[in-house]
């Protein structure tokens, strides 16, 4: 929450996270000297200020923003996106019952029933940089999926290195309930019902293992010849979830996914895709019921 008073900028920063896929009511208000933000009925934030000047009462028109900010976004004190990716379901803003003008160019659809995932509308992609996912030399690099992947349509992840073949996909077929993972000029196709898909990608080795009733792994070695871009996806490549990355430096995307991922993981912490470059129809916290 950032705050303006005569010659005081405030920038404050607290209260619960709201990335739980869930629904919160926020209030804001301006009690005397304080302003006071809500989380729940329950104090997320308490700002006191006080000014040595005069205070002059507010003579020129009040604005009131949802979803953006009026000021140029160099002026925040803690810089980030100020477009909201959010969505708001009802609301009462100062009592105001006049219609809201809408100076935004396109709106997302917001749904009541929601549970924590990352829903991917089939419009778009999510994009990390391989780089900041290293290789360990012991280890390697995990990567865990869950949700129920057979009944999603689309490319769940994808891993590309500039001017190369596509090195790794999952691809998944609402209508066959098939998930193929390709690797390489390999291919394997998954039928069984599962829970969550662990990947490991190692130097030599890559492991493939569905957590389900009956937990299976498949492994493929790894060899110069067969994959002569691996190395050099990890150190220079792209990862996209939601999408199969294309040529050209701008990753132009297709065979988009629809679908909710409950959880992606990477080394057993959550991702967020927040992070990431990604489409504005992704829903980074949160998925329709």
């Not at 006071?36 to 003579?59: T, W």
């Amino acid at each position: 929450m950032q705050i303006s008073k005569e010659d005081m900028l405030v920038s404050v920063t607290g209260g619960p996270k709201l990335n739980d896929g869930k629904w919160h009511t926020l209030e804001v208000s301006n009690q005397g000297k304080f302003v006071v933000l809500e989380v729940d009925g329950s104090s997320g934030l308490v700002v006191g200020m006080q000014s040595k000047k005069e205070e002059l009462p507010i003579s020129s028109e009040l604005r009131l923003a949802l979803g953006g900010v009026l000021i140029g976004p160099e002026k925040l004190i803690v810089q980030f996106e100020p477009q909201m990716d959010g969505c708001v379901r009802e609301g009462s803003w100062l009592n105001l019952s006049v219609p809201w003008e809408a100076v935004t160019e396109e709106l997302w659809p917001c749904y009541q029933n929601v549970r924590p995932g990352s829903y991917f509308s089939g419009m778009g992609f999510a994009v990390f940089n391989t780089s900041v996912f290293p290789i360990k030399a012991d280890d390697g690099v995990t990567f865990e999926l869950w949700g129920d992947l057979t009944n999603m349509d689309g490319t769940i992840m994808s891993i590309k290195a500039p001017e190369q073949q596509l090195m790794f996909a999952i691809v998944a077929n609402k209508n066959t309930k098939e998930v193929t993972l390709t690797f390489g000029v390999e291919q394997f196709t998954m039928t069984d019902a599962f829970e969550r898909l662990v990947i490991t990608f190692q130097t030599d080795l890559m492991q493939v293992i569905q957590v389900g009733d009956e937990s299976k792994t498949t492994r493929f070695p790894i060899s110069p010849t067969d994959q002569p871009a691996y190395l050099s996806a990890w150190a220079e490549g792209h990862l996209a979830f939601g999408g199969l990355l294309g040529e050209g430096e701008d990753n132009t995307g297709s065979q988009f996914l629809t679908g909710c991922l409950e959880r992606i993981q990477v080394q057993a912490r959550d991702l967020d895709l927040d992070f990431a470059v990604k489409h504005s129809s992704i829903s980074s916290h949160s998925c329709p019921e």
